[in-house]
């Protein structure tokens, strides 16, 4: 059983900011595709944020520019460092990962990941 470990969730006012890491298993290689997605109370997952096996990123609209995505490889560490956060973004938040290669582009949909951590809880109020 793979384990994702997601920390630096928490609560934190509007504007405020967190970062995310996620800790995978010596074997999640750099040849893996990585991502964050969120869920809130009463609504489906959705995409946050994804890096490739060559580090090409993508950001979801409602993030973009706000947030960044990042991995070292040398840790087998993901990051997602959260700026100016605002209450829509509370949720659970997951790291997943995905056998992928050089030049393949990521799932956009968390069904589509194999491993996924436990989750770690962001709450931003007004």
């Known amino acids: 059983q793979v384990q994702l470990v997601e920390t630096g969730g928490g609560s934190v006012q509007a504007g405020g900011s967190l970062r995310l890491s996620c800790a995978a298993p010596?074997?999640?290689?750099?040849?893996?595709?990585m991502g964050w997605f969120r869920q809130a109370p009463g609504k489906e997952p959705e995409g946050v944020a994804t890096i490739d096996a060559d580090r090409r990123t993508y950001l979801a609209d409602p993030v973009r520019g706000r947030f960044t995505v990042s991995r070292d490889n040398a840790k087998n560490t993901l990051y997602l460092q959260m700026n100016s956060l605002k209450p829509e973004d509370t949720a659970t938040y997951y790291c997943?990962?995905?056998?992928?290669?050089?030049?393949?582009?990521?799932?956009?949909?968390?069904?589509?990941?194999?491993?996924r951590g436990q989750g770690t809880q962001v709450t931003v109020s007004s």
């Open positions: 010596i074997y999640i290689s750099n040849s893996y595709c």
């Open positions: 997943a990962a995905e056998p992928s290669g050089r030049g393949v582009h990521c799932y956009s949909s968390l069904t589509m990941y194999r491993y």
